[in-house]
């Protein structure tokens, strides 16, 4: 079993910047690829961006040039750089195994964007 924590929300004005973490523990040993999640109000969660053990990244068109996942694995810890915000990036952020494992999702941290 997988435990995550996801930190690093907040309030920000429109072209600000905020960096999430995601601190894993327990068997991590077994996880490949990490990834990044959202849901907006009144929307379905969707993937944002991934990254696999050997550092490759994918980003979702609607972020791509903004946002920036990293991750350390001696700290098992994963991280979402996010530049440039926009209102349109308000929802809570979660992350998880890519593809995601439904026991895996944990509370998440809101991420609210002011025009």
């Known amino acids: 079993q997988v435990q995550l924590v996801e930190s690093g929300g907040g309030l920000v004005q429109a072209g600000g910047s905020l960096r999430l973490a995601c601190a894993a523990s327990?068997?991590?040993?077994?996880?490949?690829?990490m990834g990044w999640y959202r849901q907006a109000p009144g929307k379905q969660r969707e993937l944002v961006t991934f990254v696999t053990i050997g550092g490759t990244t994918n980003y979702a068109d609607s972020v791509k040039g903004r946002f920036t996942i990293s991750r350390d694995n001696a700290k098992n810890t994963m991280y979402l750089q996010m530049n440039s915000l926009k209102p349109e990036d308000t929802a809570v952020y979660y992350c998880?195994?890519?593809?995601?494992?439904?026991?895996?999702w944990g509370q998440g941290t809101q991420v609210t964007v002011s025009s």
């Open positions: 327990g068997n991590t040993f077994r996880i490949n690829a």
């Open positions: 998880n195994t890519y593809p995601p494992k439904p026991n895996y």
